[in-house]
T-cell receptor, first 113, second 114 residues
C-alpha cells in the first residue's frame, strides 16, 4: 500500500513550457486535491475532484488544468509555465465527503525560470 | 471569504516546555478541525483532529481544544522534544463538504531547543 505518490519529485521549466504532474493513490479514495505551498502562505487549493470524471476549481485555479480519467489518478497540467508558478505542489486524497482526513503525497518541487 | 488565521508564525521553546498554537476561523459552518505536521522537506501529515461536537481531544502529549462560540481552536504540545520541531498547520472544514472546503492556516514553525 503505497498511499499517495507523485511524479516527478523535482522539475525545472523555462517560461512558456508545459508539463503534467501525476498523482496516484491506491486507497480507493473518492476525493483528490491539488495544492500549492508557498512560503508563509500555507496550502492553497488549486483544483479538486470528487470522483472519476469530475473536476472543479479551487482557490487558485488560474494557469492550471486537471483531469481525473481514472479514480486512482489525478493529473495537474501547466500549459504555459510562468515564474509565479514556482512552488511546491502537493496532491492529497480523502475517502469521501464525511471522512475528510486528507493524505498527502510527497510533493513536487517546480522551478520556473 | 472563509479564512483561518494562525498564530504565532514562529515559536521557539526549550525542550520539555509546552507549546501552544492558536487558530481562528471565520466560517461558522465549519465543524471539522484537523492539525497537520510537516517536517522539513516532507509531506504534511495529520496528527490530531477534532469535531465541533467535542470541546477537547488528547492523544499522548498532544491536545486540541475548540471554542465554537469564539471560533477559536488551539493545539497544545506538552513536554516538547526536538523531534517536535516542524511546521504545524491548522485547518477548518464545513460540515459534510469533504476536503475541498478545507481552509488551511499559514502555518507555525516550531523550534524545540535541546
Amino acid at each position: 500500500n503505497a498511499g499517495v505518490t507523485q511524479t516527478p519529485k523535482f522539475r525545472v521549466l523555462k517560461t512558456g513550457q508545459s508539463m503534467t504532474l501525476l498523482c496516484a493513490q491506491d486507497m480507493n479514495h473518492e476525493y483528490m486535491y491539488w495544492y500549492r505551498q508557498d512560503p508563509g502562505m500555507g496550502l492553497r487549493l488549486i483544483h479538486y475532484s470528487v470522483g472519476e470524471g469530475t473536476t472543479a476549481k479551487g482557490e487558485v485555479p488560474d494557469g492550471y488544468n486537471v483531469s481525473r480519467l481514472k479514480k486512482q489518478n489525478f493529473l495537474l497540467g501547466l500549459e504555459s509555465a510562468a515564474p509565479s508558478q514556482t512552488s511546491v505542489y502537493f496532491c492529497a486524497s480523502s475517502l469521501d465527503r464525511v471522512r475528510e482526513t486528507q493524505y498527502f503525497g510527497p510533493g513536487t518541487r517546480l522551478l520556473v525560470l | 471569504g472563509e479564512n483561518v488565521e494562525q498564530h504565532p508564525s514562529t515559536l521557539s521553546v526549550q525542550e520539555g516546555d509546552s507549546a501552544v498554537i492558536k487558530c481562528t476561523y471565520s466560517d461558522s459552518a465549519s465543524n471539522y478541525f484537523p492539525w497537520y505536521k510537516q517536517e522539513l522537506g516532507k509531506r504534511p501529515q495529520l496528527i490530531i483532529d477534532i469535531r465541533s461536537n467535542v470541546g477537547e481531544k488528547k492523544d499522548q502529549r498532544i491536545a486540541v481544544t475548540l471554542n465554537k462560540t469564539a471560533k477559536h481552536f488551539s493545539l497544545h504540545i506538552t513536554e516538547t522534544q526536538p523531534e517536535d520541531s516542524a511546521v504545524y498547520f491548522c485547518a477548518a472544514t464545513p460540515r459534510n463538504t469533504g476536503g475541498f472546503k478545507t481552509i488551511f492556516g499559514a502555518g507555525t514553525r516550531l523550534f524545540v531547543k535541546a
